[in-house]
T-cell receptor
Framework: GAGVSQSPSNKVTEKGKDVELRCDPISGHTALYWYRQSLGQGLEFLIYFQGNSAPDKSGLPSDRFSAERTGGSVSTLTIQRTQQEDSAVYLC???????????FGPGTRLTVT | GENVEQHPSTLSVQEGDSAVIKCTYSDSASNYFPWYKQELGKGPQLIID?????GEKKDQRIAVTLNKTAKHFSLHITETQPEDSAVYFCAALSFQGGKLIFGQGTELSVKP
């Protein structure tokens, strides 16, 4: 079946602009996660959704970062007033209810110039 | 805070040899430990996982062992092949549920 999809695959933006990153989870997966991977680094947790609510948003780096999920499916991660340190690969994962396995999408590579 | 340490950061082996990657975790309440393989330009792929009620799990050439007392788990790849070359990440599920805490990754290179 279809896996987690993310769009765009690549995004280049100027410092100070806002960007929106989209994640479409596997059908039936109620949990959705956003992680960030900086060059050559491990994955850093950003936020977790169960349905449309976010019980854990402890990883969002600043108030410039926000995320929402509607209809228990697609999620959007928004970064306002982008900075060069926001450059990274943003990864989305989803999991089936009451199951720990998280399946990742291909990521969005964000470059802030 | 919650932390996962992974070693080595790079590992080079000859085709056919075994490779071992080790991780330690800080949160004794963690009960789920997945391993991911990430190829260049792709998202992480779940390759094997283990839960705290078992000590070892095997899937063909890949095995994972867990020592809860020592808070230590390892990935073992036998009969390595060039297509095993990738970055491997270990992770531990946070005691709060939901998020995974990742190690820093091991770049495995299998030389033909």
């Amino acid at each position: 079946g279809a896996g987690v999809s993310q769009s765009p695959s690549n995004k280049v933006t100027e410092k100070g602009k806002d960007v929106e990153l989209r994640c479409d989870p596997i059908s039936g997966h109620t949990a959705l996660y956003w992680y960030r991977q900086s060059l050559g680094q491990g994955l850093e947790f950003l936020i977790y959704f169960q349905g449309n609510s976010a019980p854990d948003k402890s990883g969002l780096p600043s108030d410039r970062f926000s995320a929402e999920r509607t209809g228990g499916s697609v999620s959007t991660l928004t970064i306002q007033r982008t900075q060069q340190e926001d450059s990274a690969v943003y990864l989305c994962a989803s999991s089936h209810p009451q199951v720990n396995e998280q399946y990742f999408g291909p990521g969005t590579r964000l470059t802030v110039t | 805070g919650e932390n996962v340490e992974q070693h080595p950061s790079t590992l080079s082996v000859q085709e056919g040899d075994s490779a071992v990657i080790k991780c330690t975790y800080s949160d004794s309440a963690s009960n789920y430990f997945p391993w991911y393989k990430q190829e260049l330009g792709k998202g992480p792929q779940l390759i094997i996982d283990i839960r705290s009620n078992v000590g070892e799990k095997k899937d063909q050439r890949i095995a994972v062992t867990l020592n809860k007392t020592a808070k230590h788990f390892s990935l073992h790849i036998t009969e390595t092949q060039p297509e095993d070359s990738a970055v491997y990440f270990c992770a531990a599920l946070s005691f709060q549920g939901g998020k995974l805490i990742f190690g820093q990754g091991t770049e495995l290179s299998v030389k033909p």
